[in-house]
Nanobody
Framework: QVQLVESGGGLVQAGGSLRLACAASESIFTIKAMGWYRQAPGKQRELAAGFTRGGSTNYADSVKGRFTISRGNAKNTVYLQMNSRKPEDTAVYYC??????????WGQGTQVTVSS
């Protein structure tokens, strides 16, 4: 069974930094895309940042210039470096992986809270 294990959430003050990590149990050869969505209270889940299979990156307009997504050496791990945090970044952050044949799988989510 595919597992996505997230870590790194917590409380940070506005302007601070935080890094999230997500490790997939699947081989990189089955991962088409991987990244992070987030869901703020009362809002729909939205893409924060992600990698396509070709290696290009996508970012939400609201995080461009502040968040950076990167991969670990094993390529089945992604990190989300979040700098210059704002209170509106408060959300549950979900790691996702789009896998060949299996489809999209989600992590359990990690809470990130930014205090003003």
């Amino acid at each position: 069974q595919v597992q996505l294990v997230e870590s790194g959430g917590g409380l940070v003050q506005a302007g601070g930094s935080l890094r999230l990590a997500c490790a997939a149990s699947e081989s990189i050869f089955t991962i088409k895309a991987m990244g992070w969505y987030r869901q703020a209270p009362g809002k729909q889940r939205e893409l924060a940042a992600g990698f396509t299979r070709g290696g290009s990156t996508n970012y939400a307009d609201s995080v461009k210039g502040r968040f950076t997504i990167s991969r670990g050496n094993a390529k089945n791990t992604v990190y989300l470096q979040m700098n210059s945090r704002k209170p509106e970044d408060t959300a549950v952050y979900y790691c996702y992986a789009d896998l060949l044949v299996i489809g999209v799988r989600w992590g359990q989510g990690t809470q990130v809270t930014v205090s003003s």
